[in-house]
C-alpha cells in the first residue's frame, strides 16, 4: 500500500494560481504512474491530469493549457500547477497512484473573490 499525502490547497481569487504537491511512500515511486483528480459538491469524481512512468502527461479537456502536471522522482512527489484558476475548478482534489489504486485523503481548493 502506497501512503499519499497532498498539500497546498486553500483559497484563491479568480485568474490566481495554486500549486498542488503529492508525497508518496515507497521505493518504486518512479514506475508508478500517477494522476490527479477533484470532485466538486454534489458531483463526482472526476479526472485532471496524468503522468506516467514514461514521462508523458495527460490533462482532462478544460484543465489544457492551465494546469500542468509534473514528478519529481527522486523526491517520490507528484505536483499541479494550476493557473488561470476559475470559480467552477472549485473541489476537493485527490493525488492517485494509479498503478496501486491507493488514494490520498484530498486537498481543498477554493477559487472565490
Known amino acids: 500500500q502506497v501512503q499519499l499525502q497532498e498539500s497546498g490547497g ?7 494560481s495554486l500549486r498542488l504537491s503529492c508525497a508518496a511512500s515507497g ?9 490527479w483528480y477533484r470532485q466538486a459538491p454534489g458531483k463526482q469524481r472526476e479526472f485532471v491530469a496524468e503522468a506516467t512512468s514514461y514521462g508523458t502527461t495527460n490533462y482532462a479537456n478544460s484543465m489544457k ?3 500542468t502536471i509534473s514528478r519529481d522522482n527522486a523526491k517520490n512527489t ?5 493557473n488561470s484558476l ?7 482534489y485527490y493525488c492517485n497512484d494509479i498503478s496501486t489504486g491507493d488514494w490520498g485523503q484530498g486537498t481543498q481548493v477554493t477559487v472565490s473573490s
Open 27 to 35: 521505493s518504486s515511486f518512479s514506475s508508478h504512474q500517477m494522476a
Open 78 to 82: 507528484v505536483s499541479l500547477q494550476m
Open 65 to 67: 493549457g492551465r494546469f
Open 10 to 16: 486553500g483559497l484563491v481569487q479568480p485568474g490566481g
Open 86 to 92: 476559475k470559480p467552477e475548478d472549485t473541489a476537493v
